[in-house]
């Protein structure tokens, strides 16, 4: 047995149509299922980005295979989406072109770079080149 990655990232947001509208709009990303509650977003044809409307995680949730229980976090998120080093450029160009301050940058040892910006909600998202971490 083993495990094979991660699947889904859940955060919570403020304001629902504010956050899916950045995500959509700076990244392209397909909805997937979109309600007053939660807002699920396809990364890469690979993983899940959950945006849950804040409180939106604090009770049990019926769903028709069974109960979702309760979960959530306070405070700001960090992850990272993974990019290609010649897409850096591009990718720095489209954050500057939707008016998102790039806060940080790190070039790490292994050959890998890093950009760190904000979403309308305060979490810290990086867009990472291969070689920040031994497996990327």
Not at 117 to 131: Q, V
Request: charged share 25%; glycine share 12%.
């Amino acid at each position: 047995m083993k495990i094979l990655g991660v699947i889904e990232t859940a955060i919570d947001v403020e304001n629902l149509d504010l956050a899916a509208s950045f995500y959509r709009r700076l990244f392209d990303f397909e909805t997937l299922v979109l309600d007053e509650r939660m807002c699920a977003f396809n990364v890469g044809g690979r993983s899940v980005l959950l945006l849950f409307k804040k409180g939106g995680r604090l009770a049990p949730m019926v769903v028709p295979g069974g109960v979702i229980p309760p979960h959530g976090g306070d405070g700001s998120a960090h992850f990272a989406f993974s990019i290609t080093a010649d897409d850096l450029p591009k990718w720095e160009e489209r954050l500057a072109l939707h008016g998102v301050a790039i806060e940080g940058r790190v070039n790490w040892e292994r050959g890998g770079q890093s950009i760190y910006f904000r979403d309308p909600d305060g979490h810290l998202l990086e867009l990472a080149t291969p070689g920040i971490w031994a497996i990327y």
